[in-house]
């Protein structure tokens, strides 16, 4: 178990582009770290430098005290797991998961023992003699679990490892692999791009955009407070609802819109008061905001609204509402996804709102629970 | 619908697939399995084609050339010739394949590699024939070559002398197959997943380690499939044999093809030249029929 130490590490390619650009973080002993971000911010890239599969372009990276920047893969004591898992088609799974003890020139008994621990561990027994072809998606992530536990790393880099299974097992193998971790106490780096991944694993959270670590923090805080409108926007699903508005004395002017705020917001934020006058970003999650006919009890401040679609879930209804405000991008290409062209905003209503398609509603929202953002450097106030 | 209908309905369906196959069937019968009957028959009978009514012959003729030390010697001649053209193919091939499916080669250079290593699968086997000629000839350039470094004394008569007449049209053999190896184990490493290799540096690999554990048990259905095939085609190759030697001196570089070939045209003995052609289908079979039960396996 170690430590793994990221400073100043840039990784540029061949043709100029900057992949990674100065990125610090320190990972503790037996600690979870997710590296999160959308596609193409260099989560990936991060965990491969720290593998060893890619060069440092500059900076330090040490690995339980031992600065690794110019040691090869195989001497770094990590074991990696694949998004494609890697396995080797043309053995079993005892062949697989035991590959690194034969390449060390273990004995078969040696290996033996050991394969058969990992096995227990993983549920595995029964099919140390089948091939990859004949395993299911789970069985075939369990496999290179295991292969990666064999060797007794210092820590685990697991690229995307769940995304190739079904929702339902990556579920399940999302628990799995946590408790796992818990029983093992290895300092674990996970890369994904799901944000429920991250935050439902991770002992804390990196979240990474266009090779810049934009926050690392624990899941909680992540949410609660995030330093920035793209944080703000990556973490939680739906994404945060941005717009853009004008702060008049201690009202919030946007389109039609009005939402006067609490002495409490500006005492929480001392730095909101210099915006008097200006534009800001206020952001409000979906979660926050209500369906007014069933909330009449808790006296929030009501917008107009109107419904253009709903999603019903079961145990909550997505609705995609247009205000008369205007929306702000948080900068993360996949929150495009939860709009459709007629919407600017995502609420999550309970079972029983009884909102339809095309209806004009009046939209409760919980002022407390508003964030506030620079609207040139999208920075939280 | 009727059940007279239904059953119509059905035989029609049952029909279907072999009219498809009638127009193949048939041309592959008229042009492959007439002229290969006809030639078992004829193996069977005394002065075939030559007279109008031949008389049956019974096993004679396979009996007269079991019975003929030059049928032995080119059944071996055969042997060597192919085995070891089909292990240089794939040990050439291989390296080749592995040299340009390399990163560490500069990119432009092995686009021009893969040209030049390419080359002698564009030639055909009488222009092949007339290089080698060329090149080994006594006072050709390998003579002057291995003379210049001194690994020979004199000029030697590679294609003339009995000594290394089948050394020879092997090597020249070797130089006009490899390609096929090169190219289609090229295709089968370009489709090794990089994260093998790369859970395997993880683990601790060498690069023989990576060649034995990774490399070589992915390729090992295109290895086995194109052996077998190279193998039947190599053991039937005449012209290379014909023009380069024609099959001598002193019956050194004879093999099945020539030998058969000489039977059927030199000596106009037809029927044994049949019995001879029959043992060669009969070899080639038992290698078309492991090859197709391998292909069923997988």
Known sequence: MAEVVLENICKTYGNNFHAIDQLNLSVEDGEFLILVGPSGCGKSTALRMIAGLEDVTSGSLRIGGVDVVDMPPKDRDIAMVFQSYALYPHMTVFENIGFSMRLAGKSKAERKKRVDEIAKTLQLTSLLDSKPANLSGGQRQRVAMGRAMVREPAAFLMDEPLSNLDAKLRVQMRAEITSLQKQLGVTTIYVTHDQTEAMTMGDRVAVLKGGVLQQVDTPKRLYESPVNAFVAGFIGSPSMNLFEATLTGDELMSGALAIRLQDAAFVRRPGLRSYAGRKVVFGIRPEDLYDSSLESGRKYQTIPAKVTSIEELGSEQIVHLNIDTVRVDSGDPDAVQDFGLASNAVAKFEPVSTVRSGSEIRLALDDTKLHFFDPETHLAI | ?298
């Open chain 2, 1 to 298: 619908m009727t059940r007279q209908k239904r059953s119509h309905h059905k035989l029609k369906r049952a029909v279907a697939p072999y009219l498809y196959l009638s127009p193949s069937l048939l041309i592959i019968g008229l042009l492959m399995l007439l002229p290969m009957v006809t030639v078992i028959a004829y193996s069977f009978q005394n002065s075939a084609v030559l007279r109008r009514d031949p008389s049956f012959a019974g096993l004679k003729h396979y009996q007269a050339i079991f019975d003929d030390p030059v049928f032995w010697a080119s059944l071996w001649h055969t042997l060597y010739f192919t085995c070891m053209s089909v292990i240089f193919h794939m040990t050439i091939g291989m390296a080749f394949a592995l040299m340009l499916n390399s990163d560490r080669i500069n990119p432009t250079l092995r686009n021009i590699l893969r040209v030049l290593y390419i080359l002698p699968w564009l030639f055909t086997a009488v222009i092949i024939a007339v290089i080698w000629r060329l090149l080994l000839e006594p006072n050709g350039v390998v003579n002057s070559i291995l003379m210049q470094i001194g690994i020979i004394g004199s000029k030697v008569e590679w294609f003339s002398s009995p000594q290394t007449a089948l050394h020879a049209v092997t090597f020249a053999n070797i130089w006009a197959g490899y390609p096929l190896f090169m190219v289609s184990l090229l295709a089968g490493l370009q489709g090794i997943p990089k994260d093998f290799y790369e859970a395997a540096d993880i683990d601790g690999a060498k690069a023989y380690q990576k060649l034995i554990f990774i490399t070589i048990p992915q390729l090992m259905p295109i290895i086995i499939s194109i052996s077998l095939l190279d193998f039947i085609w190599t053991m039937q190759v005449f012209p290379l044999i014909w023009i380069t030697t024609g099959g001598g001196p002193i019956y050194s570089t004879e093999v099945l093809s020539t030998y058969t070939y000489k039977l059927a045209f030199s000596s106009y003995n037809l029927s044994q030249a049949s019995a001879s052609a029959v043992v060669i289908l009969l070899i080639s079979l038992g290698l078309t029929l492991f090859y197709i039960r391998y292909q069923k396996a997988r």
